[in-house]
């Protein structure tokens, strides 16, 4: 019975303090909010990719299909031993590729931005294994020139039965016509999916090199499905061997590890939100037994335990984790819905679905919630049961510390082990340097964490020249952030791990669009660069018309993308269709850059970890086992643009399937004395059929790529924006709760002729000091954190280091906005503050 009364103390103690308990209600909603959004999302795209899959390979008995990756598939003479195989009714062979499906006037690419444009064979129903497609207009293709869509796919381009197009496919030298004969429902429909679907024989003329399928789908007669699979497999050690179980299992394998990493990378983000709102909350409760001290002991004296005391104090955090864990589930939710939404108003291509809320996501957030709240409110219930009522009494113990001599020691000595672990690691590249990195930088952030009170009392003095321009009330708003380190360090430090990370990932963008600028100065020299979208690239007819078609043109060298097996090792390298030291510059180490149909250009690197030496033989592979001998003639120096190796286009064409086969750029150089302006609008006229082709010079270049990692920042920012918000949050609680700390100085300060307008003043710039203070040591860290992860990725070619000062700038003046902004409401709050009132407080 004796801890009824201490219950009924915590719920009347939130229910009198209803601005404080909403401030740190609302800190672990947004932080529990974003674990649980980060899950729902996750699980509705896998649900819905299950229910997508649970449709593929129906009917299916066996698929057989290549082992690896870009492999060329399977070779028709093996389809056709297929067809004779005992217990084997119906083979059906299946092609497929990436295409840019076209707008029925030729010039615009339908877009889908994430979702991919894809092109397979149809086969009739007596001549297809799995379960036929179903038509809900018009008829499927019967000949060459016809092609049928998926729903969405026709409402995007525009299309209507009968009507003609063209598509787009790499490999080809110029658009093929095709008309549209009808449009068939398919259970992926979702996202931005276009199915397009060709004859068989047209898709083996686009797909393949005419002695390969993509795969072989068969039905069994006479003998159980996975009895056929299981004899197959036997006889088939070269190739995979399935049951359709197996291939959707494959499928959502696939599907699911890919949404593992945007699942990481979320819960990432919602890691960072929890511990700013860990600190706010532990802060909120710090302050919150510093200002009942005197309550807390009158409790001890009128004979409650410590353990009713301290109980007291952790029951509130227990009341504020279950409330704010509940109303985040909600939140969180409802956070899934609007990110697929803003995905989906991005046309990403994702596909959509109700939202899944497992018991998983649920026990997560209200346990995540719980936990945080709880033991942020354990410290400083421990410190209120320990006070010794009479002592706790006394006015000036609530603003007494212990000293910080031992917090400061402990931080000092992270600090100087981080830096060892961050210097060390930036001497070496790849994933073990980066976590030595890694590791180095999470002992600084707790480094920040225990040495920040002791830090914040030098820096903030020195921040201090920001407010003398105002005086009396300058000096007191610097006092007052100084005097209380504890309070400062803590509400700064969730501003600091904000913009640490916002610094961090600043330098990286910086560098990494320096690094691209530097490459293409160092290295391209070319006049314009013919660039499309990925996986599409150049189709290989864009650099035949410039070649053919273009007066003033010296050069037209398309450079591709190549994966081969060493051995057992899968190298990526590059392969021009021309001679690449004409458009590209990349120092020689010995030998020739010549390339002939039959040699082969190694890196320095390569050659010294491989014991390979000038005119050795080796041998490359392909990825169905193809082994194609070729001879070393030239070693270059290291070039992260260029890769390892540099083969020659006919080693391009035996690896890399008919389907998959793109110039990644074409580098064109131009004549002397060739006007440039005209040039220009040349090779846009003799590339304009291939609609996705860009023209672009060396600067447009540069500025497409810097584009393409500002899009990736954007993400990055957008998530980080909740961090800040947070730590805004953090902010305001903390100055109002500062406030009601302080109400009998600020009566008495009152009372003695301080106008409100001063003491609104001195509130705004004390949050100013503080807000600085955060920004300036996070922007210091993210510094020195951003540039040694940018050492361990030398060898990707982010060699270049750039800090983008006036973003940093930019950051320092929007902190101290940021720091007026939150101290509208507590400025406003103290300023009201009734000076009687407040003298008389007890």
């Known amino acids: 019975m004796a801890a009824n009364p201490m219950r009924k103390v915590a719920l009347r103690n939130l229910s009198a303090h209803k601005v404080r308990l909403a401030l740190t209600l609302l800190s672990v909603v947004l932080g529990t909010a974003f674990i649980a959004g980060s899950f729902v999302f996750t699980d509705t795209l896998q649900r819905t990719f299950d229910g997508i899959f649970a449709g593929q390979a129906r009917g299916v008995d066996v698929r057989v299909s290549p082992k690896e990756r870009g492999a060329q598939g399977i070779p028709n003479n093996v389809v056709g031993e297929l067809a004779k195989y005992p217990g084997v009714r119906t083979v059906a062979p299946s092609v497929n590729g990436p295409v840019v499906l076209l707008t029925p006037d030729g010039k615009q690419a339908v877009q889908t931005a994430g979702a991919p444009t894809v092109g397979q064979s149809y086969l009739p129903p007596d001549k297809a294994v799995a379960e036929p497609d179903t038509f809900v207009q018009g008829a499927p293709p019967s000949r060459p020139g016809e092609i049928a869509l998926n729903p969405r796919g026709a409402e995007r381009a525009g299309l209507h039965v009968g009507e003609p197009t063209k598509i787009l496919v790499p490999s080809k030298q110029e658009p093929v016509p095709v008309t549209l004969t009808g449009i068939f429902d398919m259970p992926s429909d979702t996202g931005g999916l276009i199915s397009v679907l060709f004859d068989d024989a047209q898709a083996r003329e686009l797909f393949t090199d005419g002695l390969h399928v993509a795969y072989a789908d068969l039905a069994a007669t006479g003998i159980p499905g996975d009895q056929l699979r299981d004899n197959l497999a036997k006889d088939l050690p070269d190739y995979k061997v399935q049951n359709g179980d197996q291939v959707r299992a494959d499928m959502k394998k696939e599907i699911s590890n890919a949404l593992n990493f945007i699942n990481y990378f979320l819960l990432a983000f919602g890691a960072i939100a929890l511990i700013v709102g860990t600190f706010i909350i532990y802060n909120t409760f710090s302050m919150i037994v510093a200002q009942r001290l005197r309550e807390l002991a009158l409790l001890r004296a009128v004979g409650a335990s410590r353990r009713q005391v301290g109980a007291s104090v952790v029951v509130e955090a227990l009341i504020i984790g279950l409330i704010g864990s509940a109303v985040g589930l909600v ?195 070319a006049d314009f660069v013919l660039a499309g979208p990925q996986p599409i690239g150049v189709p290989f007819g864009a650099a035949d018309a410039v070649r053919t078609s273009v007066p003033g043109v010296t050069e037209a060298i398309g450079v591709r993308g190549v994966a081969v097996k060493i051995g057992d090792e899968q190298v990526a390298g590059t392969s021009p269709d021309g001679p690449l030291d004409r458009v590209l510059s990349f120092d020689l180490a010995e030998g020739t850059k010549a390339l002939g149909d039959s040699d082969i250009l190694v890196s320095q690197d390569e050659a010294d970890d491989r014991g390979w030496r000038l005119g050795q033989r080796i041998e490359v592979g392909s990825f169905d086992g193809k082994k194609i001998p070729l001879t070393i003639t030239g070693i270059y120096k290291k070039n992260p643009v260029l890769g390892p190796v540099i083969v020659p286009s006919a080693v391009y064409r035996q690896v890399i399937p008919v389907s998959f086969q793109t110039d990644f750029v074409v580098l064109v150089k131009a004549a002397p004395g060739t006007n440039p302006a005209q040039l220009r609008t040349n090779l846009e006229k003799a590339t304009a059929p291939f609609v996705v082709v860009q023209v672009q010079d060396r600067e447009e270049f540069k500025g497409a790529q810097a584009q393409q990692i500002n899009t990736l920042l954007a993400i990055l920012y957008g998530l980080l924006a909740l961090a800040v918000v947070i730590a805004i949050l953090g902010i305001i609680n903390t100055l109002a709760l500062s406030v009601v700390e302080r109400r009998r100085e600020i009566g008495m300060l009152r009372a003695v002729g301080m106008q409100r307008a001063q003491v609104r003043r001195s509130i705004y710039l004390e949050s100013m000091v503080i807000a600085v203070f955060g920004a300036v040591v996070g922007m210091v860290l993210g510094i020195g954190l951003g540039i040694g992860f940018l050492r361990t990725l030398r060898d990707l070619g982010l060699d270049a280091i750039a800090i983008p000062w006036s973003q940093l700038v930019l950051m320092l003046v929007g902190s101290a906005v940021v720091g007026v902004l939150a101290a509208l409401w507590p400025g406003v709050r103290a300023a009201r503050t009734p000076p009687l009132a407040a003298i008389a407080d007890l």
């Not at 989906?344 to 649920?362: E, K």
């Not at 219930?381 to 113990?397: G, H, L, N, S, T």
């Not at 225990?450 to 000096?475: C, D, E, K, Q, W």
Request: proline share 5%; hydrophobic share 55%.
């Open 331 to 525: 939140a969180g939710i409802g956070l899934a819905y609007g990110l697929s939404s803003v995905l989906n108003a991005f046309d990403l291509g994702l596909p959509t679905g109700s939202m899944a809320v497992l018991p998983r996501t649920i026990a997560v957030g209200l346990l995540v919630g719980l936990v945080v709240t709880v033991l942020s409110a354990y410290a400083p219930a421990r410190r209120a049961a320990r006070i010794p009522p009479v002592e706790a009494m006394r006015e000036e113990f609530a603003s007494a510390g212990d000293s910080l001599r031992t917090r400061t020691i402990a931080g000092v000595v992270l600090a100087v082990a981080g830096v060892v672990l961050v210097v060390f690691g930036a001497q070496s590249t790849g994933g073990t340097a980066a976590t030595v990195v890694g590791v180095g930088a999470l002992a600084l952030i707790f480094a920040v964490l225990l040495a920040a009170p002791a830090l914040s009392r030098p820096v903030v003095s020195v921040l201090g020249v920001l407010t003398r321009p105002f005086g009396p009330v300058g000096r007191m708003a610097r006092n007052n952030a100084v005097r209380n380190p504890r309070r400062t360090a803590a509400t700064a430090f969730a501003l600091t791990l904000g913009l640490m990370l916002v610094a961090a990932i600043g330098i990286l963008g910086a560098s990494a669009k320096a690094s691209v600028s530097v490459l293409v100065d160092k290295g391209v020299q």
